[in-house]
């Protein structure tokens, strides 16, 4: 990693499952869980990064990193991949439902199949993973589920209506979730971003003004990167956060 982050021993050997974790901030937590002992499992449908990730990180490390392929939008594919990794890491006592795609769309432009598309990417897939690894998070006595959000559900922005609403809906699933697997000793709490600077960000939305205009709304003027989030995601996952559940932690440089 490029920043420091602190040890957690009680990571060590706990299964980890992470959605999009093939690039980006997804990348950046597989890294981490991985250099914390974990074993961890991801899921993309990004082969070709995914399988460099794994390769880069199968060194030198307590375990390697395993990688399925699978599509969150389907439901069943989503099943199969998160029964396979428990077969491979064992129980998984952290999932961290990181997948997501920020889409602009014209008011006028979306489409209720684009609407669709957008819940199916955004949201609704956290549900389903939650509901498939709850068990296991029982019988082995408990576990940590960190929800992405994002900020831009508050900043009133206009080209992406279905991300917000999807984005928006992550923090009420976040608190009932909460509510209901408490009882088990089941933590859910959500991480909002701000703006992170990522090869995609900067491929298809972001330049220099807009990275600009972003800083200066923030108390932190520097770009944010995908290492910004591991230090709180790794915090939620371990038991240093044992008492905390049904939060959410803005993760914006200032900007809330």
Known sequence: MSVSVASYPDLRDRGVFISGGGSGIGAALVEAFVHQGSRVAFID??????????????????????????????????????????????????????????????????????????????????????????????????????????????????????????????????????????????????ILPGMVVTERQLRLWLDEDAIAAMQDQQCLKRSLTPADMVGPCLYLASDASRGMTAQSMIIDGGVF
């Open 45 to 190: 449908i990004a082969e070709d990064d995914s399988n460099a990730l794994v390769a880069r990180l199968s060194e030198g490390v307590a375990h390697r990193p395993v990688f399925v392929k699978a599509d969150i939008r389907d439901i069943e594919d989503l099943r199969a991949a998160i029964a396979l990794a428990t077969a491979r890491i064992g129980p998984v006592r952290v999932l961290v439902n990181n997948a997501a795609r920020d889409d602009r769309h014209a008011l006028d432009e979306l489409s209720p199949e684009g609407w669709d598309e957008s819940q199916a990417v955004n949201l609704r897939h956290q549900f389903f993973a939650a509901q498939a690894v709850a068990q296991s998070m029982r019988e082995a006595g408990g576990g940590s589920i960190i929800n992405f959000s994002s900020i831009a559900f508050m900043l009133n922005m206009g080209d992406v209506p279905a991300y917000a609403t999807a984005k928006a809906g992550v923090i009420g699933l976040t608190k009932s979730l909460a509510g209901k697997l408490g009882p088990d000793n089941i933590r859910v709490n959500a």
